[in-house]
């Protein structure tokens, strides 16, 4: 199914991003150009982020990646 529009600038919530690429049809990060997580300061107080490797792969399998991982 094609993505119903591109997106280029997303601002998720770690869970709601992985629901996101788990259940919505036609999601897709492949024209992401930054990526915005809230809740970074939940994040900073827990040692593993098991949602960040899949997001890594989604972004740079496309060959250019995100524009910007800060």
């Known amino acids: 199914m094609e993505p119903r529009t591109k997106i ?3 601002v998720a919530t770690p869970g709601r991003l992985m629901d ?3 259940m919505t049809n036609g ?3 492949e024209h992401l150009q930054y990526l915005v997580i809230d ?3 939940r994040m900073l107080r827990e040692a593993y982020q098991s949602w960040l ?3 890594i792969q989604l972004t740079h399998s496309i060959g250019q990646g995100c524009g910007a991982w800060v």
């Open 8 to 10: 280029d600038i997303l």
């Open 39 to 41: 809740e970074t300061d």
């Open 53 to 55: 490797p899949t997001v």
């Open 20 to 22: 996101h690429i788990n």
């Open 27 to 29: 999601f897709s990060l």
